[in-house]
């Protein structure tokens, strides 16, 4: 099964059945994916879908996310520091060296600089191109 990380930009934008992008939410709650996330990211998900979507349906989500077998909370406990333009998305990458995940999935260009390190190898993909391995 695939290792997955997602954005919050991606996952802001799968977690709404009423948004192109709901087949995302839709087969990770069908056990299509592993899904690898950390406190961190929980907290910046929280954060962003708050202020889109309001309190109570970010909780719901959250908290049902937390329930899904194929959620897996990660602690990373080194830093690489890979991405300098926007050292936010730095949690990402954490993310996805621990937990050996196949792809982070985003629409961010500041993941670009990810091709010119060998190692560690951190894969970045686009929605399409995640569509597509399905």
Same mark, same amino acid.
């Given at each position: 099964?695939?290792?997955?990380?997602?954005?919050?930009?991606?996952? *802001?934008?799968?977690?709404?059945? /009423? $948004?192109?992008?709901?087949?995302?939410?839709?087969? @990770?709650?069908? &056990?299509?994916? %592993?899904?690898?996330?950390?406190?961190?990211?929980?907290?910046?998900?929280?954060?962003?879908?708050?202020?889109?979507?309001?309190?109570?349906?970010?909780?719901?989500?959250?908290?049902?996310? *937390?329930?899904?077998?194929?959620? /897996? $909370?990660?602690?990373?406990?080194?830093?690489?520091? @890979?991405?300098? &333009?926007?050292? %936010?998305?730095?949690?990402?990458?954490?993310?996805?060296?621990?937990?050996?995940?196949?792809?982070?999935?985003?629409?961010?260009?500041?993941?670009?600089?990810?091709?010119?390190?060998?190692?560690?190898?951190?894969?970045?993909?686009?929605?399409?191109?995640?569509?597509?391995?399905?």
């Amino acid at each position: 099964m695939l290792k997955i990380v997602l954005d919050t930009n991606v996952f *802001l934008v799968s977690v709404a059945s /009423h $948004l192109k992008y709901y087949w995302i939410f839709e087969k @990770l709650v069908n &056990n299509e994916y %592993d899904f690898f996330v950390t406190n961190e990211i929980l907290t910046e998900y929280l954060e962003i879908i708050t202020s889109r979507y309001g309190l109570t349906s970010s909780e719901s989500k959250l908290d049902f996310l *937390l329930l899904l077998p194929n959620v /897996h $909370l990660v602690n990373p406990y080194f830093h690489w520091h @890979l991405i300098e &333009n926007d050292k %936010d998305d730095n949690k990402f990458v954490d993310c996805a060296i621990i937990s050996n995940a196949d792809y982070i999935v985003t629409e961010d260009r500041h993941f670009d600089v990810l091709k010119n390190f060998e190692f560690p190898k951190v894969n970045v993909i686009t929605i399409a191109q995640f569509k597509e391995l399905f």
